[in-house]
Nanobody, 116 residues
Framework: VQLVESGGGLVQPGEPLRLACVAS????????MSWYRQAPGKEREMVAV????????KYADSVKGRFTISRDNTKNTVYLQMNSLKPEDTAVYYC??????????WGQGTQVTVSP
């Protein structure tokens, strides 16, 4: 099983960034996918969740209206489009997978840094 996040980097406030997470080794289309993030010295927090078929989506209040989660089950990939980035969005971003309940798999994460 592998979850490989990519697309992170250093951007200025207000700029966009698109993260991708490619999954392998399990039946991707059967799993809820999420984006979580963890900033230095803070607990890991949920950013967005998308159901297995993509019909149900939930966002953290802090990113509503700025971030969009989506998935392509033909490519075993989940995306996070991040617009209007703020310094407080700086964190390592992860894309865990869940078949229901606890998260079964986690990737290594990708660093997002928002700084002038």
């Amino acid at each position: 099983v592998q979850l490989v996040e990519s697309g992170g980097g250093l951007v200025q406030p207000g700029e966009p960034l698109r993260l991708a997470c490619v999954a392998s080794g399990f039946t991707f289309s059967n799993y809820f996918m999420s984006w979580y993030r963890q900033a230095p010295g803070k607990e890991r927090e949920m950013v967005a969740v998308i159901s297995s078929g993509g019909g149900s989506i939930k966002y953290a209040d802090s990113v509503k209206g700025r971030f969009t989660i989506s998935r392509d089950n033909t490519k075993n990939t989940v995306y996070l489009q991040m617009n209007s980035l703020k310094p407080e969005d700086t964190a390592v971003y992860y894309c865990p997978a869940s078949a229901g309940g606890n998260y079964d798999y986690w990737g290594q994460g990708t660093q997002v840094t928002v700084s002038p």
